[in-house]
C-alpha cells in the first residue's frame, strides 16, 4: 500500500525572549506535516488496519524530516495531530497516528517512552491547529507542556488528511510551575 503525498510542509521556530526574560540557549520547535490523499474515502469502511500498518513507512519519513529540521538541538518534547478534509471523518486521522505510526519516529529521535499527546479534527481548506506537546520520557515533566500552532495554508482538501508531528528542544523559557524537572527523568515508564 503507499500513500499519495501531495505536500510536505516543514516548521521552525526559535525562541529566546517571553515576558521580558532573554534565554541565550532558546528553545527550538519543528514541525512536519505530510498533507495526503485520504486513503479511507470514498464512503465508509469498516476496516482501517491495512492503512494502520501501512502507516509505519508515514513515520519513517516523518521522523527523518524532524530530525533534520531540529539540528543540533535534542529533542525532549513531542506531540501530534491530524486534520482530516471535510469528506472524511476524524477517525481516519487517529488511524493513521497509532504507535504504528509513532514508533518509527521514536527511533530516529531516540527515547520516546511517554505517551504521546495528540489531537485530531475535521476541517476544511485553511485550518490551524494547536499540536499539543509534552515531555518525550516522562509526562510529569510540567515544564514541557506547551503547544505549536500549525497552519494549513492550502489543505487538507476533501479528500485528504494532513498529519503533523512537532517536537521541542526543551522546557517552556520562563518554567517555574514545579514537579519533576527533565534532569530528574528515569524514563522507565513514560511517567517519571
Known sequence: MKFQIRKWLSVAEDRFEEAGQYHEAGMRKVGVVAILANPFLPGYKADLQPWIDASALLGDLVGQRLVRLMGDKPIQGYGKAGVVGVDGEQEHAN?????????????????????????????????????????????YVRSHYDTMGIHLPDGPMPDEVALIFVASSGARLNARVGGLRHDEVVGENGLI
Not at 488511524?95 to 519516529?105: D, K, R, S
Not at 530516529?108 to 495528540?118: D, F, L, M, V
Not at 479534527?121 to 516522562?138: E, F, I, Q, S, W
Open 95 to 139: 488511524a493513521l497516528l497509532t504507535t504504528t505510526f509513532a514508533n518509527p519516529i521514536r527511533s530516529h529521535i531516540g527515547g520516546g517512552k511517554a505517551w504521546i499527546p495528540s489531537v485530531t479534527k475535521v476541517a476544511a481548506v485553511g485550518a490551524t491547529v494547536d499540536v499539543p506537546l509534552a515531555h518525550k520520557d516522562a509526562l
